[in-house]
């Protein structure tokens, strides 16, 4: 007996190849790579990159997160839109630790593993 359309395959058929084929179309900067990926919740990506660490400037580490791809993303321009909007709130956290005044960080990335801690200038 041949078992049937998973619930994902039945609500979108044939998504994990169009989905992995319109990622590869995608481009951004050296040293960020977006990926197909799937997690417990469905269609995911998975976006990684290298940055350089706030707190110990001469080394750089792995950046590595996955996000599910909302059910409403239907179209690889939907996809684009996710991704595009998903990279942006990685960058905006890299941004958030690096933007200081007057040594101190403006806006706290972590503010629930933070309290009063000292910028790295003071």
Same mark, same amino acid.
């Given at each position: 007996m041949s078992r049937g359309p998973t619930f994902e395959e039945f609500v979108h058929p044939? !998504? @994990?190849q169009w989905i992995a084929d319109a990622l590869k179309r995608i481009t951004y900067k050296p040293g960020v790579? #977006? !990926?197909y990926d799937q997690d417990l919740n469905g269609e995911g990506i998975r976006i !990684?990159? @290298?940055v350089i660490d706030v707190h110990? /400037? &001469?080394v750089t580490i792995a950046i590595n997160v996955g996000y599910t791809i909302p059910r409403f993303v239907q179209e690889p321009e939907e996809l684009f839109e996710f991704v595009l909007k998903s990279i942006g709130g990685l960058e905006d956290h890299e941004r958030f630790e690096w933007f200081e005044v007057d040594g101190k960080t403006l806006?706290? /990335?972590h503010p629930e593993l #933070? !309290? &009063?801690r000292a910028s790295r200038t003071g």
């Open positions: 044939g !998504s @994990r790579k #977006v !990926s !990684s990159m @290298r110990n /400037p &001469g806006i706290e /990335p #933070v !309290s &009063g």
